[in-house]
């Protein structure tokens, strides 16, 4: 395992709340952390009264005396759950990926044997090459969360190409609610590879990402289980880099359910419903 990009496209599905739970809940070994690269975010430190002085800020500081081989551990904060986080893009300018501080995440939390995991919440993503700051193009795998609207579905296809280049083909989608058409409807749509839904459960999720609640509920959860289905996915894909190339839009559907490759008419539906008529190849 190694560094799994996580961002949106359109509006605010629940990206630093996705990548906290995917990282609470990964059952490998390895050291894990969250580590928090959006712009427009720094949603953890005053969620959970985290200072902001500890994490890009004091990293950057000791990488400038020590270099890449700096420690990481000394900066990581820890949410209420225990997950360790890497608080705050600096100057709301994500740490670009080829720097000597990412390096130093590199290095302290995956590892040379690439054990670890970081988890690099980068929020919503921009259009360009810019964005996201190299760590699309350097991760194992990226995950697009998308909620199951036709908005979010219209701007999903339309950066799909851009993403799947980018990325080598390495980017699965994580659809949240799934009510009005499945992840692997719209997947069928963007070639991205389907990880499967999370429900709406913005109680659950809080609880899960370190907010005092009913622990022993959230075990029971759907949420929670279905966090782990999409666990299972980005393992699956990311531990193909280096062995074989990324798994087909029909090979992946396995790592979802058993169920039968769906047809697209609920999402076909949806998005002309928003106003775009899908084109007969599918594209929209």
Excluded at 224 to 238: E, I, K, P, T
Excluded at 249 to 276: I, Q, Y
Aim: glycine content about 14%; overall charge negative.
């Amino acid at each position: 395992m190694s560094v799994v990009p996580i961002f949106s496209v359109a509006g605010a599905p629940g990206v630093t709340s996705v990548a906290c739970l995917l990282a609470s809940t990964w059952d490998q070994s390895g050291p894990v952390a969250v580590i928090e690269c959006d712009p427009s975010g720094g949603d953890l430190a005053p969620r959970f009264g985290l200072s902001t002085t500890i994490g890009w800020p004091s990293l950057i500081s000791a990488v400038r005396r020590t270099g890449s081989s700096t420690p990481v551990a000394p900066h990581l904060q820890h949410l209420p759950g225990g997950l360790p986080v890497l608080i705050g893009a600096v100057g709301g300018t994500p740490m670009a990926a080829d720097t000597p501080e990412a390096e130093a995440v590199r290095n302290g939390i995956v590892g040379a044997d690439g054990h670890g995991l970081a988890v690099i919440d980068l929020g919503r993503l921009p259009h360009g090459p810019e964005a996201g700051a190299g760590w699309l193009e350097s991760g194992s795998c990226a995950v697009l969360v998308a909620r199951d609207d036709p908005a979010a579905a219209v701007r999903v296809r339309s950066r799909a190409a851009e993403l799947l280049e980018r990325t080598g083909g390495r980017v699965g989608l994580v659809l949240v609610g799934g009510t009005a058409f499945s992840c692997r409807e719209l997947a069928d749509l963007t070639d991205l590879v389907p990880m499967g839904e999370l429900p709406f459960d913005p109680a659950s999720a809080a609880v899960a990402t370190g907010a005092s609640g009913a622990g022993r509920r959230l075990e029971r959860s759907h949420l929670l289980a279905s966090v782990r289905r999409v666990g299972d996915a980005v393992s699956a894909l990311a531990g193909t880099v280096g062995e074989v190339p990324a798994p087909s839009l029909s090979d992946a559907w396995h790592l979802v359910d058993a169920g039968h490759r769906p047809t697209v008419g609920a999402v076909r539906s949806a998005l002309e419903r928003f106003g775009r008529r899908p084109r007969v190849d599918g594209a929209v």
